[in-house]
């Protein structure tokens, strides 16, 4: 499947609203339409997920994709981060090679969003990806 694939399965599926997978150099690979991470932001998630003491600003600081911020709920540091905005957030998840950055509104829940991102991810992994 092509990057744009993943993606648009994520959507396809219910499982985001919208959804994009960039590299760890912040370059996007493959977006939904009409949503556009910028290369800048995309660096700042990956900084946020590896280093600590990056990754402890985002509670004063929020998350922040695609010109919205979302509140930070929790983090697995060198994994994910995990945020909330209305009844929708965002989750975004690392892999060796990649970040795979999903937004989801109502009625997609949190968990749905998770589970699937982390999914993607696991497989991208299990790819050497």
């Known amino acids: 499947m092509s990057w744009s694939g993943h993606v648009q399965a994520l959507v396809d599926g219910h499982k985001a609203s919208r959804a994009a997978?960039?590299?760890i150099d912040g370059n996007p690979w493959a977006t939904t339409s009409g949503f556009s991470v910028s290369v800048p932001e995309a660096k700042v998630l990956k900084q946020a997920i590896d280093f600590p003491?990056?990754?402890?600003?985002?509670?004063m600081e929020g998350v922040h994709i695609a010109g919205e911020r979302y509140?930070?709920?929790?983090?697995?540091?060198?994994r994910n981060?995990?945020?909330k905005k209305g009844a929708g957030g965002c989750c975004v998840t690392r892999t060796s090679k990649a970040l795979i950055i999903a937004v989801f509104e109502s009625p997609i829940s949190t968990n749905d969003?998770?589970?699937?991102?982390?999914?993607?991810?696991?497989?991208?992994?299990?790819?050497?990806?």
Request: proline residues 5%; charged residues 15%.
């Open 21 to 23: 997978i960039h590299g």
């Open 53 to 59: 003491e990056y990754g402890r600003l985002l509670p």
């Open 71 to 78: 509140t930070f709920l929790r983090s697995d540091p060198g």
């Open 81 to 83: 981060i995990i945020g």
């Open 113 to 129: 969003c998770v589970c699937a991102v982390e999914a993607l991810a696991d497989y991208l992994v299990s790819m050497q990806l």
